[in-house]
């Protein structure tokens, strides 16, 4: 179970303090007496509360799964290995990724650096079990994107994020000195063809400018690039796609399986991502 060689890189979620393996290795447990088990499926849960309404549930998480196997995002994994491999040196050994999902992404750094091991938290219990799937390195661990991140002060040397919550001054804190993060957010015309052809969610505006602000000044852009190409799915990807996103708390099964059979066979989308490299300021 690789989420107990990551434990010493953990914090208590309701006291802050270090968390340990229990005697019997099924729990850990900080030296305030907070326990949390250990689940049989690999994952940590240091969540304590209901999963919230967005949670990604256990469709979602398959047809996300299904959609990155086949490799429709695979020039996007290769992008995020690239700039993580771009400042040369010691690669970093201690890796998070903030709404890991199913692990593809944080699978792929792992598999370039055979000495690091890896976090991965996501609020969906789902995700978190697919996660501690995905590779032998990666701890998967349930817990809120949007709130204090249940990781030790400094522990982190390249935070990884893609489409999913940021919290800046959550990602500061537990870089370490020189430490990275990786973001991968939506341009507008990211799957453009299939959010006006079948009547999708909108990505709004100024994604960039906004996730400057938010940060608050905890850390600063280093760099910023735009990966943009053409992508063909027939329509088992496309509901698959659109399964596996935010569309999906909004649109029952049988109405996007509909939306789908009323698409071309072959249905040509535009994948297009703005990868940004960031640094602490601290």
């Known amino acids: 179970?690789?989420?107990?060689?990551?434990?010493?890189?953990?914090?208590?979620?309701?006291?802050?303090?270090?968390?340990?393996?229990?005697?019997?290795?099924?729990?850990?447990?900080?030296?305030?007496?907070?326990?949390?088990?250990?689940?049989?499926?690999?994952?940590?849960?240091?969540s304590r509360r209901a999963a919230p309404r967005n949670a990604d549930t256990t469709t979602m998480v398959a047809a996300r799964d299904r959609f990155l196997t086949a490799g429709h995002y695979r020039p996007l994994a290769d992008g995020l290995s690239e700039l993580a491999e771009r400042d040369g040196g010691s690669p970093a050994s201690r890796l998070l990724d903030v709404g890991i999902?199913?692990?593809?992404?944080?699978?792929?750094?792992?598999?370039?650096?055979?000495?690091?091991?890896?976090?991965?938290?996501?609020?969906?219990?789902?995700?978190?079990?697919?996660?501690a799937r995905a590779h032998a390195r990666i701890g998967s661990v349930v817990a809120?994107?949007?709130?204090?991140?249940?990781?030790?002060?400094?522990?982190?040397?390249?935070?990884?994020?893609?489409?999913?919550p940021r919290h800046g001054a959550e990602f500061a804190r537990v870089l370490a000195p020189a430490g990275l993060v990786i973001t991968a957010t939506p341009e507008q015309d990211h799957?453009?063809?299939?959010?006006?052809?079948?009547?999708?969610?909108?990505?709004?505006?100024?994604?960039?400018?906004?996730?400057?602000?938010?940060?608050?000044?905890?850390?600063?852009?280093?760099?910023?690039?735009?990966?943009?190409?053409?992508?063909?799915?027939?329509?088992?990807?496309a509901q698959d796609l659109i399964q596996m996103g935010p569309n999906a708390f909004h649109l029952e099964a049988p109405r996007i399986a509909e939306l789908v059979a009323s698409a071309p066979e072959v249905l040509p989308v535009t994948v297009a991502v703005t990868l940004t490299r960031w640094r602490s300021t601290a």
């Open 1 to 46: 179970m690789a989420v107990r060689d990551v434990i010493d890189l953990l914090a208590c979620p309701q006291c802050r303090q270090p968390l340990a393996l229990t005697d019997d290795g099924r729990s850990v447990r900080c030296a305030s007496g907070h326990v949390f088990d250990l689940a049989r499926q690999g994952y940590l849960n240091l």
């Open 101 to 131: 999902g199913t692990g593809y992404y944080l699978a792929r750094l792992l598999d370039a650096r055979p000495a690091a091991r890896g976090i991965g938290l996501d609020v969906s219990v789902a995700a978190a079990r697919r996660a």
């Open 144 to 164: 809120d994107a949007w709130g204090v991140l249940p990781v030790a002060d400094d522990a982190i040397d390249l935070v990884l994020n893609v489409f999913a």
């Open 191 to 237: 799957l453009a063809e299939l959010r006006s052809g079948l009547g999708l969610l909108h990505i709004a505006s100024s994604k960039q400018e906004q996730l400057q602000a938010a940060w608050g000044g905890a850390l600063v852009q280093e760099s910023s690039e735009t990966l943009r190409y053409g992508c063909d799915l027939d329509r088992a990807a």
